[in-house]
């Protein structure tokens, strides 16, 4: 392992695992302003999209009918409409259930945030799209993993079902601190046999490494996740781990390891390196995502999640209506 392979996922030692974890009174006073702005955020832009941009390819084809003045021009039929030499449009029968599933890292890295930290955020965009389900009277089901699945909770309908998710994610202590995605997701294809969405929340740093033959080892059990289900991945990050801050000797700590490593930060070249390796683990990990069929969105700590969320809705609601 070389060294900018090892500073990869390495944290300022004051983040580990014993940092006092935030206030569960605030958390939950910011899940409740987090309701209050996603009926906003669901009554504007997401309103009359959450369903199409979650529905995947959870439909079936009810029928092909001539076109009535008002249909939406996207579900025209130009092969049909060709033959016959005047519009017809594919109409949908959804599934009557849309399960949604918040596949949520725990690992011992969640905790870590130079001014926010990560759990809080993902705090805020689980609870965001999990009013949003709940708005569209969608069931909703949670699973929290590290190397293993340490909680999973079946998917239920209901404002008091979501409050108790939002509960569990917020007092759930993990029991490993560290990290095993691809072993995860695999377990998850097996567990999960209903069709589902599945939306998962991670760092992902260090997932898209190099398995046999140079391929990714998160690059199968994503794929295979997509044979059934609809899968999209919300990357949340810090700044610190993007670039690191000239602030002179410092020891980094792996979180999830225990390892350390004394590192000059004044030291342009190493500010650098970090630097390229840090944009290429995010070019992998959108790479091994777009291979799989998956849908990336990017989250820094700290920033609102209702930008990047209407971004992400806009840009998914128009491949789905591609397909």
Known sequence: MTFLERILGLQNQDSGPGKARPD????????????????????????GRYRSVFRGQGVDLAEIREYIPGDDVRAI??????????????TYMEERDTTVYFVIDRSASAGFGSLVPREETVLEATAALAFAALRNNDRVGLVLFTDRVERFIPARKGRRHIIALLNVLIDHVPVSPRTDIPGVLAALGHRLTRRATLVVISDLFGSPGSGPGGHSPLLAPLRHLRLRHDVAAIRVTDAREHALPDV???LLEDIETGEQLLVDTSNAGIRSRFGEVVGEEA??????CG??????????????????????????????HRR
Request: proline letters at 4%.
């Open 24 to 47: 569960r009174r605030a958390l939950l006073r910011r899940v409740r302003r987090v309701e209050i702005t996603t009926r906003a955020l669901v009554e504007g832009l997401m309103a």
């Open 248 to 250: 002179g000797l410092i």
């Open 77 to 90: 039929d130009w092969n049909v409409t060709a033959r016959f030499g005047h519009p017809f449009v594919r």
């Open 283 to 288: 070019r992998k990990v959108a790479r091994v």
């Open 291 to 320: 291979e799989a069929g998956v849908d990336l969105l990017a989250i820094r700590t700290g920033e609102p999640v209702t930008v990047p969320l209407r971004h992400f809705f806009k840009v998914r609601a128009r491949r789905v």
